[in-house]
């Protein structure tokens, strides 16, 4: 592969409408666990018990545990290069950018990004089980804390869980739809829907690009897959499409 993504065939296009879909290798780079690869999340917990309704119906105090943890973690870490790299794009093309994130961390917003689709949820938002308002919420969840909104301690971590529906698919459906290109960052496209979401822009006619570490699960799919570190990558390959 060129040095200078720019003279790549599939990328010598104009691309107006871009959608990137970000997993948890974008944030490796600033210091987040990933969930499959080693040492990543789920090394030591059991999906079960601490990512479904049922896990946390069973033993909420561990559930809050575990994504205290993980929300603490937020203030150690800093956005890096790539999620710079998407803010950058985003204000420099306004509207021509939908940025889609699997990611319940907060970097895309600290980097700068305005617009961004948590599709899985937010570790600094709380959800209200009794009245389904979220909340933002920067520190510990316990099962003793009240909702501001009706006053019942139903708190309980912003997150979809597996077995949950992820938040604005319809948006998401639309944008993949409409899209002429779509990019999938550092994700291993192992949890669905995201990781059919290549195939419905590619359906709908858009090129297709994955950058990663290695290749994934739906390289296959991709028109092109760009092997190597995030932070190095996705500035690139952004910066090629900025005509
Ligand atoms: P995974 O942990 O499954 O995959 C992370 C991917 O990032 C792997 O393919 C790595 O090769 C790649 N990667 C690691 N470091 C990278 C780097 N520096 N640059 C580029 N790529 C890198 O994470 P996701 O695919 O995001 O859901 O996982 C999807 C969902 O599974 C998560 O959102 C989470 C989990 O269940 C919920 O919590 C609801």
């Not at 409408?17 to 917990?45: M, P, Q, Y």
């Not at 709380?126 to 919420?137: D, G, M, Y």
């Not at 510990?140 to 009706?150: A, E, G, K, R």
């Amino acid at each position: 592969m060129p040095n200078d993504l720019r003279k790549l065939p599939v990328l010598q296009q104009h691309f107006d409408r871009v959608v990137v879909l970000t997993g948890a290798g974008i944030s490796a780079e600033s210091g987040v666990a990933t969930f499959r690869d080693s040492g990543g999340l789920w090394e030591g917990h059991r999906i079960e018990e601490v990512a479904t309704p049922e896990g946390f119906n069973a033993d909420p105090q561990k559930v809050h545990q575990f994504y205290n943890a993980r929300r603490r973690q937020l203030s150690e870490v800093e956005p890096n290069p790539a999620h710079l790299a998407l803010a950058h794009f985003e204000q420099n093309h306004p509207s021509r950018l939908t940025l889609i994130t699997q990611n319940v961390d907060d970097l895309h917003e600290r980097a700068g990004s305005n617009c961004v689709l948590h599709m899985h949820g937010e570790l600094r938002s709380a959800l209200c089980q009794s009245c389904e308002v979220k909340i933002r919420h920067l520190g510990d969840l316990t099962v003793t804390d009240i909702c501001s909104n009706c006053s019942n301690p139903t708190l309980r971590p912003d997150i979809v869980w597996f077995g949950e529906m992820p938040y604005f698919l319809d948006e998401i459906t639309e944008a993949l739809i409409t899209c002429d290109l779509l990019i999938a960052v550092g994700t291993s496209a192992q949890v669905y829907p995201a990781a059919g979401f290549v195939q419905t822009a590619r359906e709908s006619g858009a090129t297709t690009v994955e950058v990663n570490l290695e290749p994934t699960a739906a390289s296959h799919w991709f028109d092109l897959s760009v092997i190597g570190p995030a932070s190095i990558k996705l500035p690139e390959l952004l910066s090629s499409l900025s005509a």
